[in-house]
């Protein structure tokens, strides 16, 4: 039964975001620039259409509006809250597992970042382990809201394999987003070692 209010809950935040962007269809232009979009940039891959098309400028990223805030509470009996102290282990085990991890609720903070290959989003902290430092993330997917490179972000979404920029990934589909006023620790402790896959 849980999975099933997962996929419908997923299936109605496709539909609401494909309806708010159809007024959008018509003229396709480069939201950002305001310039008309080519053929070249219209045959992107799918993963990086998914995380580019959703920013919808009228959203104010400080708050959470009433529809994320019912789709919490729906699945707030199902959802997981990451902290500081098992960041490291839940994203690592979910990269590689995803299977296991697929249509499961998180709650997670980061630092938001587009400063990837592509532009894809992520919510990323460092692992470190004495000298080392090891980039610990997620990319972002059905994010509905503008953030800028190193933001403070909550994010609550559900876990899913995805195709970007021409791999199969572990995503996290976006239900609720939330710049913070107050950071958290970027770097924290890890002392699990690298995975073994």
Not at 64 to 85: G, P
Not at 118 to 141: A, D, K, Q
Request: charged fraction near 20%; hydrophobic fraction near 35%; aromatic fraction near 8%.
């Amino acid at each position: 039964m849980k999975k099933v209010i997962v996929g419908i809950l997923t299936l109605v935040m496709v539909l609401s975001a494909m309806l708010s962007l159809a007024g959008c269809q018509d003229k396709k232009t480069d939201v950002q620039n305001d310039t008309p979009v080519s053929a070249t940039e219209e045959s992107q891959t799918a993963g990086e259409k998914e995380t580019e098309t959703m920013i919808n400028s009228n959203l104010n990223p400080d708050e959470i509006t009433q529809s994320e805030q019912e789709s919490i509470d729906l699945l707030a009996s199902d959802m997981t809250v990451v902290t500081d102290e098992n960041f490291g282990e839940i994203v690592n085990e979910a990269i590689y597992h995803t299977s296991e991890f697929s249509g499961k609720v998180y709650q997670l903070e980061g630092v938001y970042t587009t400063n990837t290959e592509g532009g894809v989003p992520y919510l990323y902290r460092f692992l470190v382990n004495g000298e080392e430092e090891t980039f610990c993330g997620l990319p972002l997917v059905y994010l509905n809201k503008q953030f800028n490179d190193g933001d403070w972000i909550k994010v609550t979404g559900i876990f899913n394999a995805h195709e970007i920029n021409g791999a199969s990934i572990t995503a996290l589909e976006i239900v609720a987003a939330q710049r913070l006023p107050q950071a958290g620790q970027e770097k924290i402790p890890w002392s699990g070692a690298a995975h073994d896959h």
